[in-house]
T-cell receptor
Framework: GEDVEQSLFLSVREGDSSVINCTYT??????LYWYKQEPGAGLQLLTY?????DMKQDQRLTVLLNKKDKHLSLRIADTQTGDSAIYFC???????????FGKGTTLSVSS | SAVISQKPSRDICQRGTSLTIQCQVD?????MFWYRQQPGQSLTLIAT?????????ESGFVIDKFPISRPNLTFSTLTVSNMSPEDSSIYLC???????????FGSGTRLTVV
């Protein structure tokens, strides 16, 4: 079945770049998403990328997709303490079908 | 993106009782999804709810334990039945918006069973 894997923890200093990685197993994954969850809060959609794209940039966020390796990454430039949260990678094979989530990466930003 | 109102935001319930969680969407959507997030864990899909048909449940989740209603295109309920402490989790509803390719989530219901 579908599976999405992420590293569990990442610790960076304020001002550095953060790179959160994700791998997925389903080659028919078409829509790939990054969500942010702050403590005690809901899920916030950060960005998404379609499988026919290699890269997407949105302000401090850059998403890279390597379809051959089924690898997705989220780069946060100039990481701030407010970026400390859990980041979830999620995928769906078809628009409108349920998302499958990775276990989440806890990003800790120290000043 | 769609706005989802989810109620209640949190509850503490006695074991053996049931709790019904409601999600109201500000526009019509075809499918609604219900997820569970156990403490410190990721989101696990419980079921997909289409209007006018029975919900489709994922492996490990059954209708008797998690009955779902979907009476119209803007509303759904999830009931957690005969609760035990293992049901203590955050429950979230979600919808997909075709025009934005985005999935929006409700703010979640934090359930504690004692």
């Amino acid at each position: 079945g579908e599976d999405v894997e992420q590293s569990l923890f990442l610790s960076v200093r304020e001002g550095d770049s953060s790179v959160i990685n994700c791998t997925y197993t389903d080659s028919s994954s078409t829509y790939l998403y990054w969500y942010k969850q702050e403590p005690g809060a809901g899920l916030q959609l950060l960005t998404y990328i379609f499988s026919n794209m290699d890269m997407k940039q949105d302000q401090r966020l850059t998403v890279l997709l390597n379809k051959k390796d089924k690898h997705l990454s989220l780069r946060i430039a100039d990481t701030q303490t407010g970026d400390s949260a859990i980041y979830f990678c999620a995928e769906s094979t078809q628009a409108g079908t349920a998302l499958i989530f990775g276990k989440g990466t806890t990003l800790s930003v120290s000043s | 993106s769609a706005v989802i109102s989810q109620k209640p935001s949190r509850d503490i319930c006695q074991r053996g009782t049931s709790l019904t969680i409601q999600c109201q969407v500000d526009s019509q959507v075809t499918m609604m999804f219900w997820y569970r997030q156990q403490p410190g864990q990721s989101l696990t899909l419980i079921a997909t709810a289409n209007q006018g048909s029975e919900a489709t449940y994922e492996s490990g989740f059954v209708i008797d334990k998690f009955p779902i209603s979907r009476p119209n295109l803007t509303f759904s309920t999830l009931t957690v039945s005969n609760m035990s402490p293992e049901d203590s989790s955050i429950y979230l509803c979600s919808v997909f918006r075709q025009e934005s390719y985005g999935y929006t989530f409700g703010s979640g219901t934090r359930l504690t069973v004692v």
